[in-house]
């Protein structure tokens, strides 16, 4: 079961289409049942209940009732292990968007990356650990009834699922816990994230391979305890298809990992002064032609709209300039094409990088007010020019 944290439902909804279905808020974090987990949930009944007709086959059709509490529980650890992670997150004051379960486990959602490769190991390290002491408590949990019984069943399957999962999230390549663990050992040694990125990235694409040729070699030569003859066709497909999965899972969030520390890598680029356009203050009831002859005169590319003691109250939309032909502007007035500014639309000239991206998700526009520290009018910032400038950074080769 991968466990990916990735790192970026602000408003509490019901449910959400990216997300799947709210199941609740703990310490303020949404949680969040994909419609994919609901099919491996079946799968999971469907084969544990099949294991329990052999072991207590005096269960009849009551076995899946069984093992479908058995795939509930063990969702329940995984959601305990993602919980890990996010205590952890929050304890850093790293702010933490949603956690998903999913196809093959859960994901944490944080949005910002650990200051100190010593706090990205311990937020790597707690999801793992937790997953450890789960099965060790298990065990013991085994000890304290006869095996041979439902209850016994149960605590054994759990304390296996949990020590499968703790190991193979520990698996030293991104997008797993051990791939971060990895990248902040680097990154310790190095001082360099990206260094650490790059090389927990490409271990874990070796892992992937690894996993989707190992894997049905494993199965088939009897390692796991089955003897190749006794495998049939339906096992090897079966086999087959669930390392392609896994595989496929691994390979992606490698890659994900990758463009996600370049993506930071840039974020410093895109600064708020640098990329806003010169503006000048209209009034109201300016003919929309006066308003861009005084735009051209003065080498401007934006209109903001003031009171009579100039002060900004809207910005005139690019957009809808341009739908304006040209005939009829000179009996438009700006105010009509304009958008009236809102707290949020106002963002300092100092903003740079993360700071920047974050202030503009929390209010999406079009265009933002750009102010000086003194509250002068700087310009305008477009956001079609902050995805230029960062697409045009993300472009560029890799120094």
């Known amino acids: 079961m991968p466990d990916t944290d990735e790192t970026g439902e602000r408003a509490p909804k019901r449910s959400d289409p990216g997300g799947g279905l709210l199941m609740g808020r703990p310490f303020g974090v949404p949680v969040y049942v994909s419609p994919s987990w609901f099919l491996v949930a079946a799968l999971i009944t469907w084969v544990f209940g099949d294991q329990l007709d052999r072991v207590l ?15 509930l529980a063990f969702y329940a650890s995984v959601l305990v292990h993602e919980l890990a992670h996010t205590v952890a997150a ?14 093959f486990g859960g994901v944490s959602e944080i949005e910002k990356e650990a200051e100190t490769p010593v706090r990205e190991f311990v937020l790597a390290s707690v999801g793992p650990l937790l997953s450890l002491l789960l099965a060790g408590a298990f065990y013991l949990g085994m000890e304290a009834v006869d095996a041979p019984t439902v ?30 663990m990895l990248r902040a050992v680097i990154w310790g040694i190095t001082g360099k994230p990206m260094a650490g990125t790059v090389t927990a990235a490409w271990v874990g694409r070796g892992l992937a391979v690894t996993v989707l040729i190992g894997l049905p070699l494993v199965t088939q030569t009897g390692l796991l305890g ?10 090897t497909v079966m086999d087959a298809l669930l390392a392609a999965i896994l595989a496929a899972i691994i390979w992606t969030g490698a890659g994900n990992s990758l463009r996600m520390a370049r993506l930071r890598q840039h974020l410093p680029e895109l600064q708020a ?7 000048i203050p ?16 003065a080498g401007a590319r934006a209109l903001v709209v003031v009171d009579g003691q100039g002060d900004p109250t809207a910005i005139v939309r690019e957009t809808a300039i341009a739908s304006v032909p040209e005939h009829r502007r000179p009996w438009i007035a700006v105010s009509t094409l304009s958008q009236d500014l809102t707290e949020g639309m106002k963002v300092s000239a100092d903003l740079t990088g993360e700071d920047l991206l974050d202030h503009l998700r929390a209010t999406p526009a079009t265009e933002y007010l750009v102010l000086e520290p003194g509250g ?15 697409v045009k950074a993300m472009a560029r080769p890799q120094p």
């Open 376 to 390: 002068r009018i700087y310009g305008v910032l477009s956001t079609t020019d902050v995805e230029k400038a960062f």
């Open 282 to 297: 209209v009034e109201n009831a300016t003919p929309l032609s006066e308003a861009l002859r005084r735009a051209n005169e």
């Open 90 to 103: 929050l304890r850093f004051r790293l702010p933490v968007r949603r956690i998903r379960l999913q196809f």
């Open 226 to 235: 089955n003897r190749g003859q006794e495998i049939g066709g339906m096992e």
């Open 273 to 279: 002064r640098a990329l806003t356009r010169r503006a």
């Open 57 to 71: 086959p005096e269960l009849g059709p009551a076995r899946y009732l069984v093992a479908l509490f058995f795939a």
């Open 151 to 180: 209850p016994g069943v149960l605590l054994a399957g759990l304390m296996i699922s949990n020590l499968l999962v703790a190991a193979f999230n520990l698996l030293p390549g991104l997008p797993l816990d051990g791939g971060r």
